[in-house]
């Protein structure tokens, strides 16, 4: 078995001067060759989850590999 592609573990972020709490304790695995789709309401982190995986936002906790690396 192949090891996973991506990884995101307890993965919180915090957004705007209050520091408000918009992602807490999301875990995800894909696997190579495996497609996933982020669904849900305006305002539920679909965006921020996407941006904080490219770096564009910095987690307060958590963890994200790709290809075992972080």
Do not use: F, Y
Not at 33 to 62: D, F, Q, W, Y
């Amino acid at each position: 078995m192949s090891s996973p592609l991506l990884e995101v573990k307890d993965l919180q972020v915090t957004v705007g001067e209050e520091n408000k709490v918009l992602l807490d304790g999301l875990n995800l695995t894909v696997n190579p060759g495996e497609t996933h789709v982020l669904m849900g309401h305006n305002g539920a982190g679909k965006s921020t989850t996407l941006m904080t995986i490219c770096g564009i936002n910095r987690p307060r906790k958590g963890e994200i590999l790709w290809n075992g690396e972080p």
